[in-house]
């Protein structure tokens, strides 16, 4: 034990590590180097109108796009139903027309079907 | 050197809650006054010196950019130190994580590692007691680097580690008795 008390007072206020020639004599200025600058005003970005103004021109436009899509998409649509509207020909009866008929009519299927053909021509 | 400031704490807190220029030159009085004690607290605790030199250029980084947060409370000396034994524990943490996995570090090995470093002068004991120092928990190797290698008081200690100066005294002498056994073992 005494031994080994003796290996603590031996080497007791040695600096057994050592550092790189001028190590110390440059290391406030490393440090100094390697911390982060301060914000640099001279460096903020100037915010111009045209740049405030940008988003809702860009916002404005997309909204103008969707507005002109929808409208095309309508228009097609409506072209569409015209279409097949010119190429059939229908004849409209109004539901008291069909329900008076067929109350105040003693008829059997065969007969509605001949009736619903005269009535068509 | 031109321009260099004597060191006067009062006058750097001062400089501190100035304007940008000042709290620079302040900070800079700061690392020229406490760069070199705080690498050795750092160097004895991870022995490399390129891992010690970057631990205390991210402990002074640290500081700077937290510089707002302190308000003068402790003594620079102990926020500074307090940040470095964070950035080492830290380190060493990680450094643990990763050595296990890799080569499962011993004494033997630290001792090799040692011996072959060109920034080590120690002789053959000298390489045995820094084995010895790195077989104690982090706290304890800590204390006993603080007392030992830089004699550090215990008041001071007791500051910067958040223990009472009796525990921190109780460490140091468990902490002799661990590395005389050590030793012993190893005769």
Redesign the interface.
Known sequence: MEKERNILDKCAGREPFSVPDGYFAGLTDSIMSSLPQPENDNNAVVVTPWMRLRPYLYMAAAFAGMFFCLKWAAGLNTSNQTDVAQTQETTIYSDEYIDSFLETAMIDDYTLYYSFVDAAN | MAGMMAYDEQRILEMLRDD?VSR?RA??AI??NF??PL??QI??MV?S?DDA?DI??NT??KA??NIESFMGYSRISTWLYRIAVNETLTFLNRQKMTVSIDTGADEQNICDTLESDP????DE???Q??AAIATLPDKQRLVFNMK??NEMKYEEMSDILGTSVGALKASFHIA?RK???Y??RN?
Not at chain 2, 119 to 122: A, L, R, V
């Open positions: 940008e620079r900070f800079e690392v020229r760069s070199e690498y050795w160097r004895h022995l010196h030199n205390l250029q002074f980084v700077w950019t920034y080590f002068d120690g004991t000298e390489a007691l820094q030992y290698f002799v590395i005389e056994d030793f012993n005769d």
